[in-house]
């Protein structure tokens, strides 16, 4: 059975999850890893991926850690080319949002989460604070362009993994407190998303 390793406070956790979901594919997920308990620190985690973050899975003897490069791997395994189509533009128009979503959109909002909702003691300058903010509502704003023009989900009219990794991300700026930008196009799609069984437990305001 499929081993998932890491604490579902990381949104990058959360993905898989997720993708787990809606692929139907059964797994044991030890969710202390990344807690006290369990530091990624430890040796036996760091055999597993030397980066020391989660998440990482085990499956049939292959270890692999990056969350988008997991999420692909599950949709190919258990063939949902509903995910992750299988013609070359319509797989880089998922891959593109997906890629967009781990730099541009992750590194907006970095510091205004840690500081806001994680309260870590690394984040206090309130400059950079508001600096952070106001990149996240640049780029959400971007997306919600996007969406204007998209046909219903991120790469069009069938959703896929872009919408999982997403999703995650932009719920993340609705549960921050900080001014929003008015995104109405984002407002529809988020409720469409969790209006899905496999992302309720992920899009949930418990789990920014």
Not at 133 to 156: C, I, K, P
Not at 196 to 203: F, I, N, V
Request: charged fraction near 20%.
């Amino acid at each position: 059975m499929l081993r998932l390793l890491g604490s579902t406070r990381s949104i990058n956790v959360r993905k898989v999850l997720w993708t787990l979901a809606e692929v139907g594919a059964p797994f044991a997920h030890e969710a202390d890893w990344g807690m006290p308990a369990r530091p990624l620190s430890a040796p036996e985690f760091k055999a597993l991926n030397p980066n020391a973050m989660v998440p990482v899975i085990e499956d049939d003897g292959i270890v692999l850690w990056e969350s988008n490069t997991i999420c692909r791997y599950l949709a190919a395994k258990y063939n949902r080319i509903d995910l992750l189509p299988t013609s070359a533009t319509a797989r880089a128009k998922v891959e593109m949002w997906m890629d967009w979503q781990a730099t541009d959109l992750n590194t907006a909002w970095r510091y205004a989460f840690m500081a806001l909702v994680r309260q870590h003691s690394n984040y206090r300058d309130a400059t950079e604070v508001a600096a952070s903010a106001a990149r996240w509502n640049e780029v959400m704003m971007r997306l919600d362009a996007h969406l204007a023009r998209a046909n219903q989900y991120a790469a069009g009219a069938q959703f896929t993994l872009a919408d999982i990794v997403l999703g995650l991300s932009a719920h993340r700026w609705e549960m921050t407190p900080i001014a929003h930008a008015n995104l109405p196009h984002v407002k529809v799609w988020l409720a469409n998303l969790r209006a899905r069984a496999a992302a309720a437990p992920y899009l949930d305001p418990r789990t920014p």
